[in-house]
């Protein structure tokens, strides 16, 4: 195996990712953070039946700004397709920016209701999402220029008239009346990694 694969498995063991969701009389609570050396990840979604309101909150270090915030309504074999493109320019491209489907989460852009906080930069904005029909959202952070990867702290407040399914978690029943679930995981392929390592000293 050669060296660009022993780097792919070191890319996926520098990735954390924490999030907990929660319901709240009639609305969803998504948050966490992101730790990775990917420049393009994907930290939440949900699906709706007509209309929906989600309000963002997001801090991040300055030091890795410029980070953007990409929404993006597609169904699963058009997910499943924009996640095996390439690169991370080839990922981004295919939001819609006509469709306001890309924020850059900086001081600078009026839309994203961001600022500057010491050594930290906090956002704070909201959206509301319609359909004629059922629809999915994924929601990605990015920044294909950056050496370092994405650092991201987010919380989300979702808001459906209908009952939501969540794409990142099993479906819960319509029955539930709340809904709290902690995941700390640290994406390892060790075994692969040694593996890999051990077929480059041979």
């Avoid at 600078?108 to 004629?132: A, N, Q």
């Avoid at 060790?190 to 593996?195: F, I, T």
Wanted: with cysteine.
């Amino acid at each position: 195996m050669n060296t660009a694969y022993f780097l792919v498995f070191w890319v996926l063991l520098a990735t954390s990712y924490g999030d907990v969701w929660q319901k709240s009389g009639d609305f969803y609570i998504h948050q966490g953070n992101v730790s990775t050396q990917l420049n393009w990840f994907h930290f939440s979604a949900f699906c709706m039946r007509n209309s929906s309101s989600v309000n963002f909150e997001f801090s991040f270090p300055t030091s890795y700004s410029p980070e953007s915030l990409y929404l993006y309504p597609v169904n699963d074999s058009t997910w499943e397709d924009i996640k095996k493109l390439q690169t991370c320019e080839e990922k981004t491209s295919t939001a819609d920016p006509q469709a306001n489907n890309i924020i850059p989460l900086s001081p600078s852009s009026p839309w994203s209701g961001c600022m500057e906080r010491g050594d930290d930069i906090s956002c704070v904005l909201g959206r509301t999402f319609r359909s004629v029909r059922p629809q999915c959202w994924r929601f990605v952070v990015a920044n294909c220029n950056s050496t370092q990867g994405l650092q991201l702290n987010f919380k989300l407040n979702i808001t459906d008239g209908d009952y939501p399914v969540f794409p990142t978690r099993a479906p819960m029943t319509s029955g539930v009346t709340s809904e709290s679930a902690w995941t700390f995981t640290v994406i390892v392929y060790g075994l692969g990694s040694v593996l890999a390592f051990m077929n480059m000293k041979l």
